[in-house]
């Protein structure tokens, strides 16, 4: 598995995750294994999107708060 380059913040493809879901759905419905399969990775990706959000806002808080304590110490 390659590692991906995290120097760069990626886009969410939201347009080719459209026409993949509407592939799955032309060949067999959303009652197949692999539509449902794509339902739980959409999920995980959203979830994860929720929780680096999450950990970017904290990150952002904290060093607001270091920022503030060196001028308080200055």
């Known amino acids: 598995m390659v590692k991906p ?7 969410r493809p939201d347009n080719a995750l459209t026409k993949l879901q509407q592939e799955l759905i032309k060949l067999g419905g959303k009652e197949t294994c692999a539509y449902k399969a794509w ?3 959409m999920e995980y990706i959203t979830f994860l999107e929720a929780k680096l959000d ?3 806002l904290n990150f952002r808080k904290m060093k607001k ?3 503030e304590l060196e001028e308080m110490t200055k």
Do not use: G, S
């Open 39 to 41: 339902e739980d990775i």
């Open 65 to 67: 708060h270091i920022k």
């Open 54 to 56: 999450r950990k970017n």
């Open 5 to 11: 380059d995290l120097r760069h913040k990626i886009q």
